[in-house]
């Protein structure tokens, strides 16, 4: 990346840093904060479907929305402020409809941000895989950081503290957009416009694959996200294990995004997609089996490189081929399609059957990722160098 200058490539750096902060305070630790309020697992899920939900329609309200911005980073940098501005009242609310509200509400702002700075980053790079894996390594940083911390900072305080932290990560994120200024080139923030219609493109059969193979990716991913650490906690784990557990899992996928030239040489991408959906239904069945055995589910989060980033890394690079003229709609409609529908229904699905046990709920996923292996094999057959 010696060709991007620094004023661009450190403030994109600590956006992917700060926001999956956020994630790492959102995906380990939400969960247990709302049982912290008194909600049941049906409860838990529950409402983290529905904060899944809203990222189904988010990104394409904002990508329609986008010819109105005079670029991405003018829109990216309202939506940071409307997030900070709406998680506040989280203080100010009780009971679940109005917690979910909140969590709507934030969410539908939230929502905006990453597509935005993904085709950002994706423009200053010239859409190259090796440079992206080295900008967005540090969201992996900031999650891992985020994690461990937390897991070993509520030892010693309530998990209700999660949302002083969170809003803190946000004001951060709102900061350093300002610092953003040489890729703001005044050029239509998501590419509307140019090229087929973005739901003509979506009618093609190799796209309803790649939107269906995300889709039942991250469905598959609903245990994980929502339960994952109530699940550990229940296997006798201590927070601290659960954050180093976690934190264990974007270790391994930091090394990957920095060692992502070197793997590249061995298999294609499209190889790589294959081979790590197998990998995906792998990890769960071994978290459902041995939840006990230390040492393989250090495996399983090893395992997160592939399951996680190998796979996200694979899709972003298929956005602007599959999506060519459309980007950014393409950008949000793999967004919706997958982080948010997808999410939706693998929270909501685990909250529904976790009353039989973790352990099934972990093999089901591992059903929903063989599944979406059968589709990828079948219908994405385009070759990625």
């Known amino acids: ?148 911390l937390l897991g070993w900072l509520f030892e010693y305080i309530s998990v209700q503290w999660l949302p002083v932290i969170m809003l803190v990560l946000m004001l951060g994120v709102v900061i350093n957009s300002w610092r953003l200024t040489r890729i703001s080139t005044g050029q239509a923030p998501t590419g509307d416009g140019a090229g087929s219609s973005i739901w003509k493109l979506a009618g093609r059969w190799p796209v309803m694959a790649f939107l269906l193979v995300n889709l039942l990716l991250q469905v598959s991913h609903g245990p994980l996200y929502t339960f994952f650490s109530i699940y550990l906690e229940e296997n006798g784990y201590s927070s601290a294990s659960v954050g180093l557990l976690w934190a264990l899992g974007v270790i391994a996928e930091v090394i990957l995004f920095w060692r992502m030239r070197w793997l590249l040489r061995w298999l294609s991408l499209r190889h790589w997609l294959l081979a790590s959906l197998a990998m995906t239904a792998l990890r769960w069945l071994l978290i459902a089996a041995f939840p006990q055995q230390v040492w ?72 929903v990722a063989i599944l979406a292996l059968v589709v990828a094999w079948q219908g994405m057959k385009i070759e990625l160098e």
């Open 1 to 148: 990346m010696s060709d991007i200058h620094r004023q661009v490539r450190q403030p994109l750096a600590i956006f992917y840093a700060l926001f999956f902060s956020l994630v790492g305070c959102n995906a380990p630790y939400w969960g247990p904060y709302l049982q912290s309020l008194g909600f049941d697992y049906g409860a838990i899920g529950s409402a983290i479907a529905a904060f899944s939900l809203i990222r189904i329609v988010a990104p394409m309200l904002w990508a329609h929305w986008s010819r109105h911005f005079q670029t991405p980073l003018h829109m990216a940098r309202i939506a940071g402020l409307l997030t900070a501005v709406c998680f506040s009242a989280i203080w100010w609310v009780d009971g679940f409809w109005p917690v979910v509200g909140v969590m709507l509400l934030y969410g539908f702002f939230w929502s905006a941000m990453l597509p935005q700075y993904e085709v950002l980053t994706m423009q200053a790079i010239a859409s190259s895989l090796e440079d992206y894996s080295r900008i967005r390594l540090w969201g992996s940083v900031g999650f891992v950081i985020t994690v461990a």
């Open 296 to 367: 393989v589910l250090l495996l399983a989060q090893v395992s997160h490189a592939f399951t996680f980033a190998m796979l996200h890394a694979v899709c972003i690079r298929y956005v602007p081929l599959l999506f060519a003229g459309n980007q950014g709609q393409g950008q949000a409609l793999y967004s919706s399609a997958g982080f948010g529908l997808g999410g939706a229904l693998g929270a909501w699905l685990s909250g529904y059957f976790w009353h039989l046990g973790g352990e099934q709920v972990f093999i089901g996923a591992a059903a």
